[in-house]
Antibody
């Protein structure tokens, strides 16, 4: 059974940093592109970043470029999102999601982890 | 950026009836279109990909159609568990989602 389990969310002050993790199991993690998708409270979905199977390609939505870094450790079946210079508008539930290709649907999602940026 | 527009924002339908949800892209996305279902407090679940292919385990009452800029998700006979928010997503040029359609019980 495919499972994606996020962790690392919490309350952080504006300008602060946080590192999210996503533990994957039930599939060959190293064979898939992985993404982070976020959802602000009561709002819709926004793709944040994705990373190629071997980590050699990474892409970001404009609003997080230069502040967020996506990475992965295939030996640990884990995906990460390092978030720096956090802003109030980054407050959201962050989901990790699996995609087969660089441009594909997201067939499995984690349960999400809440990041709240507030003083 | 490709903008995805869903209509209506809220759809009230009685159980057993048919529901038709629409999604329009600001430019062609070919058939690179997915539909997701999200219930309160849960992650989105993939229903349809490639505009018309049901994902694994999705009941046959869910069907998708369209290509280019106009897409439709149809639920043929609504069950109680189908009342949720539905999102369309294009993955032809990066990824963008529609704002969602809330399907509520009439």
């Amino acid at each position: 059974e495919v499972q994606l389990v996020e962790s690392g969310g919490g309350l952080v002050q504006p300008g602060g940093s946080l590192r999210l993790s996503c533990a994957a199991s039930g599939f060959t993690f190293s064979s898939y592109w992985m993404s982070w998708v976020r959802q602000a409270p009561g709002k819709g979905l926004e793709w944040v970043a994705n990373i190629k199977q071997d980590g050699s390609e990474k892409y970001y939505v404009d609003s997080v470029k230069g502040r967020f870094t996506i990475s992965r450790d295939n030996a640990k079946n884990s995906l990460y999102l390092q978030m720096n210079s956090l802003r109030a508008e980054d407050t959201a539930v962050y989901y990790c999601a699996r995609g087969e290709y660089s441009s594909s649907d997201f067939d499995y999602w984690g349960q999400g982890t809440l990041v709240t940026v507030s003083s | 950026e490709i903008v995805m527009t869903q209509s209506p924002a809220t759809l009230s339908v009685s159980p057993g009836e048919r529901a038709t949800l629409s999604c329009r892209a600001s430019q062609s996305v070919s058939s690179n279109l997915a539909w997701y279902q999200q219930k309160p407090g849960q992650a989105p679940r993939l229903l349809i990909y490639g505009a018309s292919t049901r994902a694994t385990g999705i009941p046959a009452r869910f069907s998708g159609s369209g290509s280019g800029t106009e897409f439709t998700l149809t639920i043929s006979s609504l069950q109680s568990e189908d009342f949720a928010v539905y999102y369309c997503q294009q993955y032809n040029n990066w990824y963008t989602f529609g704002q969602g359609t809330k399907l509520e019980i009439k």
